[in-house]
């Protein structure tokens, strides 16, 4: 077996300080953006977050990263923003990141979402454009059908745990199968059939 080597207080002030400097870094990146003036879109975990606490704060999932939606003509000027703020920016595996520091883990890092690009192979189309966007309390971000496209549509791991984290609570069932074209209505049938995984 194995043991613990951080117990009692020190283990949830770790734990507590990981979830807290995620926020933090999402704070910051907006109110970098906010303050340049950039145009973006708060997606991924912290977008899928914003809806489940709608909804069910007891269903809400930690995310390591933050993910921004960007336009490909406002890269340079968020790059600029954020370095002069002190991130420290590099691309890593065609995404460009965002770390508090130069050795930063990619991680929990701040990753760009190109509007209009594809990442990954198994990807079927292109990320949507930032707009149109709905205001959450503190950030901009897609809407709901649109989060859900692009979560069908990179269908990583997490992707399809964020997909059931949102069939747990009640915001997407059966009806919404036919909101999709094929094959994402077949990805989203498979999650609706099972969705514990």
């Known amino acids: 077996m194995v043991e613990f080597k951080i117990t009692g207080e020190a283990l949830w002030e770790r734990m507590e300080r990981a979830v807290e400097k995620v926020n933090e870094r999402l704070r910051k990146t907006v109110q970098i953006l906010e303050n340049a003036k950039i145009p973006y879109a708060i997606v991924g975990g912290h977008a899928v977050r914003a809806w489940v606490a709608q909804v069910d704060e007891g269903a809400l999932r930690t995310t390591k990263d933050v993910d921004v939606l960007l336009r490909c003509g406002d890269l340079p000027a968020m790059i600029e923003a954020m370095t002069r703020s002190g991130f420290f920016h590099r691309e890593s595996a065609g995404v460009d990141i965002f770390t508090d520091t130069p050795e930063g883990s990619a991680r929990d890092g701040i990753h760009v979402v190109l509007a209009g690009q594809m990442v990954k192979p198994w990807e079927l189309e292109s990320n949507p454009d930032i707009q149109p966007q709905l205001r959450a309390d503190d950030f901009?971000?897609?809407?709901?059908?649109?989060?859900?496209?692009?979560?069908?549509?990179?269908?990583?791991?997490?992707?399809?745990?964020?997909?059931?984290?949102?069939?747990?609570?009640?915001?997407?069932?059966?009806?919404?199968?036919?909101?999709?074209?094929?094959?994402?209505?077949?990805?989203?049938?498979?999650?609706?059939?099972?969705?514990?995984?």
């Open 140 to 197: 901009n971000t897609v809407p709901f059908e649109t989060l859900v496209r692009m979560k069908l549509n990179s269908y990583r791991r997490k992707d399809q745990v964020h997909l059931q984290d949102m069939i747990g609570v009640g915001l997407i069932d059966r009806s919404w199968v036919t909101r999709f074209p094929e094959p994402l209505s077949e990805r989203l049938k498979i999650i609706l059939d099972d969705p514990t995984g």
